[in-house]
């Protein structure tokens, strides 16, 4: 990815360089405290341009010869709603973009309708523009020719966020960079195309975050086999390169509490096998493993943050693929649990990944619950676009917990329901289950009770995150194809209600 620029906070009586970052409220108004001569040519201009101060506008001047700084951006903070943590992301990437290429930006944290702007959402405001400065690169080489000037950078060099205590918008920070180092990560992970990035070299991935703390595990070929996982072993089978399944522990919590858990689907890459997809858009199948990706990246946020919590992680890696080998439908494969699935779609291959690798967590753990995330079904994009993500739960309080703290991430979900008439849908014919519902009708639905047979009774919820983990409308801090969702979703749940003091 990109370099990404160097964040600092600064006293607010610092001396602006490059660009100054101001944030107007309604009518344009600046804080009390901004510098009068300034305060009076930008408000001066926002009337001229009818610059109203709302919420993400912006008006960017050149400075005039007596202010010293090359420009003034002036960037509207009015709503009226109060401002949550979102808003100050959308805000700083809003500041990103439009100073981009600048050497020095100083973006001057004076609250325009008075009181102070908090450490958090000063935090909040640089993760902003962090996560929008950031961009998959890695495999581009245009380089400038002999003769040309070196394009100007594409982010940011440096900037200076002006607060009122410096110190403690750096311990805010410390803790959101985190959570940002973890979105960026999931990021990368789905961005990667599937030729570099296949089960192995995830796991590989993962074992090298040992260095922030976390302990991991990688199960192979053979482990799975001795366990009985011949579910998660049937959707490999068609590949030869074979699956793993990685382990990450987080005890950051009291010594012998029960862990909270987290389950990804990690298809490195989806052809169907013998039900093969269509052609078109096929080679977006390299995001097929967004769930394991959101796992990945948030059990980085939580060590990265040092939490006060105990945390499993667990991803399935596979690559669904086509050879003589590859299971065939209506084959008849036995999960952990004992459950006999028939196999009707080898496409509806995430769920049979997840049986396994829940039936494992559950067992070995003995988790507080467990939450999966998996891009599942296209039917829960036909349902609910991108901007929400599907949530089934079998437990009331997990899901208005993670109801909430989507909204206060912006990392929505919203909750479809489990019922016994949908469970009759998926009884198989030759086997206990089948694992397709009956045609189009609830294709969402009808995976999630297949995953319900498989977490005992431990609370449990399923996000389906087939429309945000890839492909998703691009905002105001992130313009990048895969978006990283779930960590900062989850890392507000743990946030809000599992850490200890």
């Known amino acids: 990815m990109a370099n990404l620029p160097t964040i600092e906070f600064v006293s607010r009586d610092a001396t602006p360089k490059g660009v100054m970052v101001l944030l107007a409220g309604k009518a344009g108004v600046l804080a009390d405290g901004i510098d009068a001569q300034v305060k009076a040519l930008v408000e001066k201009a926002a009337k001229v341009a009818k610059f109203k101060g709302k919420s993400l506008a912006t008006l960017d001047l050149l400075a005039p010869g007596e202010v010293a700084v090359d420009r003034l951006l002036v960037v509207g903070t009015h709503s009226d709603k109060a401002l949550v943590e979102e808003d100050w992301l959308k805000i700083g990437g809003v500041i990103a973009a439009k100073t981009k290429g600048a050497e020095s930006v100083t973006v001057l944290c004076e609250q325009p309708a008075g009181g102070v702007i908090s450490a958090e959402d000063a935090a909040a405001l640089a993760v902003g523009v962090t996560l929008r400065s950031y961009d998959f690169d890695l495999y581009k080489t245009k380089k400038p020719e002999k003769d040309e000037e070196p394009e100007e950078p594409d982010v940011v060099t440096r900037i200076a966020i002006a607060v009122d205590d410096p110190d403690a918008a750096r311990a805010a920070y410390k803790d959101a960079e985190a959570v940002a180092a973890g979105t960026m990560l999931a990021r990368d992970l789905v961005n990667e195309p599937a030729n570099t990035l296949g089960p192995v070299e995830f796991a590989d991935r993962i074992a090298a975050l040992a260095e922030h703390g976390l302990k991991v595990e990688i199960l192979a070929e053979e482990d799975m086999r001795d366990l009985k996982m011949d579910a998660l072993l049937g959707v490999a089978q068609g590949s030869p390169r074979p699956p793993r399944l990685a382990i990450m522990r987080w005890d950051g919590g009291a010594e012998g509490e029960a862990p909270i858990a987290f389950v990804g689907k990690g298809v490195v890459f989806d ?6 997809k269509p052609s078109a858009s096929m080679e977006d199948m390299k995001g097929d493993m967004g769930g394991a990706a959101a796992v990945t990246g948030l059990m980085r946020a939580l060590a990265g943050r040092k939490a006060k919590v105990n945390a499993i992680g667990i991803v399935g890696l596979v ?45 070995r753990f003995k988790p507080k619950f467990m939450i999966d995330l998996a891009t599942l079904t296209g039917a829960i994009i036909v349902a609910l676009g991108n901007h929400h993500a599907g949530l089934f739960s079998n437990n009331d309080e997990l899901a208005e917990r993670l109801a909430a703290a989507g909204r206060t991430s912006g990392e929505k979900v919203w909750r479809l329901p489990l019922a016994p008439e949908y469970d009759k ?20 639905v009808t995976a999630a009770q297949f995953l319900q047979r498989f977490v005992n009774d431990v609370p449990w919820a399923h996000l389906d995150i087939a429309g945000t983990a890839m492909g998703s409308p691009s905002n105001e801090y992130n313009q990048s194809w895969a978006s990283g969702y779930g960590v900062r979703l989850l890392n507000q749940l743990v946030a809000d209600h599992y850490q200890s003091q």
């Not at 080898?346 to 997840?354: I, N, W």
């Not at 009884?427 to 519902?437: L, Q, V």
């Open 271 to 276: 052809t169907g096998g013998i039900s093969i």
């Open 319 to 363: 690559e669904n693929a086509v050879d003589g080998n590859a299971q065939r439908p209506g084959d008849i494969v036995k999960a952990m649990s004992g459950t006999t699935i028939e196999g009707l779609n080898t496409d509806a291959e995430g769920r049979l990944v997840l049986a396994d690798a829940l039936w494992y967590c559950q067992d």
């Open 425 to 444: 849908m998926i009884e198989g014919k030759f086997a206990d289950i089948k694992n397709i519902g009956g045609g189009r009708a609830a294709g969402s």
